[in-house]
């Protein structure tokens, strides 16, 4: 095998692994599923540390409000979010039904 067909070798299973690293990281289905996810996560996360910025009274606001200077880009855009969203359970009910 010359140095040629080696690289010719090398080049077509790395394009074969790039190609399957991506499918696996950006374009496969599974990748929105994990995605909202993990989005569902951080809001549940914001909406027990935040609980008044929805009207819902909390005595845990008042020392979590020591964590907005970290997270008010998160902030901002969950906040967003769940007033766009018609609801946490619909969302979470579209999973399940397609």
């Given at each position: 095998?010359?140095?040629?067909?080696?690289?010719?070798?090398?080049?077509?299973?790395?394009?074969?692994?790039?190609?399957?690293?991506?499918?696996?990281?950006?374009?496969?289905?599974?990748?929105?599923?994990?995605?909202?996810?993990?989005?569902?996560s951080e809001d549940a996360f914001l909406l027990?540390?935040?609980?008044?910025?929805?009207?819902?009274?909390?005595?845990?606001?008042?020392?979590?409000?020591?964590?907005?200077?970290?997270?008010?880009?998160?902030?901002?855009?969950?906040?967003?979010?769940?007033?766009?969203?018609?609801?946490?359970?619909?969302?979470?009910?579209?999973?399940?039904?397609?």
């Amino acid at each position: 095998m010359t140095v040629a067909d080696r690289i010719a070798a090398y080049r077509e299973i790395l394009r074969e692994w790039l190609q399957g690293l991506y499918h696996g990281m950006i374009s496969h289905p599974a990748y929105e599923k994990i995605e909202k996810e993990a989005e569902d996560s951080e809001d549940a996360f914001l909406l027990a540390c935040f609980p008044d910025a929805f009207g819902i009274p909390s005595p845990v606001s008042y020392y979590t409000a020591e964590l907005l200077p970290y997270l008010e880009d998160e902030f901002e855009a969950w906040e967003r979010r769940l007033w766009d969203r018609d609801s946490y359970l619909e969302r979470k009910g579209q999973q399940y039904h397609f």
